[in-house]
């Protein structure tokens, strides 16, 4: 299955006429002859040059590894689970729902949600898009065993059909209303996780000489009804100074702190022997409005 447009018809056109995509072996086409490759790593380049703020957009291949080690030491697990049950409850009367993780990085919850459905009975169609090449190129690994499509796109102009699909998750990306009503079918749902307010409370508390909480904004959004939320939170303990820096890279800290800051944490495990943090996530669930 496929629902990739072409990014190229989708500007001249408008994402909503943009035709699908042809596959054949490793390239894809479109009616017009537009064509695009499926790179050695897995994915597609469906990101235009002039869509393009930068030459290498989105994380670094540093900024990848960091949050792929971290990841995968399973720091971040209750909060895949949450989500995993979260994509079930609601497709649960979808025997093939098509999801599309919209920012979905190296796709270790894209993995983990596709995972989880398939040992629950579903057959899901998986799908992801992220504006890096770093990290769909890490993401190989998880997606090419599972027959996970990931493309390098933007969320803010998806080259994906209309009304087509089940489920959108956005985890720590931009979330585009717009972009999501767009590509959803008239029941699909979309799922979010954003840091709760008192998330990474002892990072800050390290960091910071007066830091502050995080600000959870009203959870009405336009065109969504909102479904509900599960919390998610617990004490994360760290035993390594590696992990701790992967931890800080992941968060939007790592932009703006200052040097002296930042060498507070980078030199922590000099003096000390464990560092703990709160982490507190919601997982929230929205409808199309009919």
């Known amino acids: 299955m496929n629902i990739f447009t072409c990014p190229v018809c989708g500007e001249k056109l408008g994402l909503s006429k943009a035709p699908l995509l042809h596959f054949e072996g490793n390239t894809a086409s479109c009616p017009k002859n537009h064509c695009f490759d499926i790179s050695a790593k897995g994915y597609m380049n469906l990101l235009l040059s002039q869509q393009k703020n930068v030459k290498d957009p989105g994380d670094s291949k540093e900024m990848v590894a960091a949050r792929r080690d971290f990841l995968n030491s399973g720091a971040y697990r209750p909060l895949l689970d949450g989500l995993c049950a979260a994509a079930n409850e609601l497709c649960n009367a979808l025997p093939s729902p098509v999801i599309v993780d919209c920012g979905c990085g190296e796709c270790y919850y894209t993995a983990g949600i596709y995972d989880y459905l398939k040992e629950h009975g579903k057959a899901p169609s998986m799908f992801g898009i992220d504006i890096s090449k770093n990290a769909l190129a890490a993401a190989k690994a998880r997606t090419k065993p599972r027959g996970i499509s990931t493309a390098v796109a933007s969320v803010f102009r998806m080259p994906i059909q209309s009304s087509s699909v089940d489920v959108a998750a956005v985890v720590f990306a931009p979330f585009q209303p717009d972009e999501l009503r767009r590509i959803l079918k008239k029941d699909g749902c979309v799922i979010t996780a954003i840091p709760a307010e008192r998330h990474l409370q002892g990072l800050r508390e390290l960091l910071y000489d007066k830091p502050r909480l995080n600000e959870v904004k ?73």
Request: glycine share 4%; net charge negative.
């Open 218 to 290: 009203p959870y009405d959004v336009e065109g969504l009804d909102f479904l509900g939320k599960t919390e998610v939170s617990y004490n994360l303990e760290i035993t390594e100074q590696e992990q701790l820096n992967a931890l800080f890279m992941m968060t939007p800290y790592y932009y703006k702190t200052s040097r002296a800051d930042c060498n507070k944490l980078y030199s922590y495990f000099g003096k000390n022997n464990s560092f703990t943090t709160e982490i507190a996530f919601e997982i929230l669930k929205y409808k199309v409005r009919k």
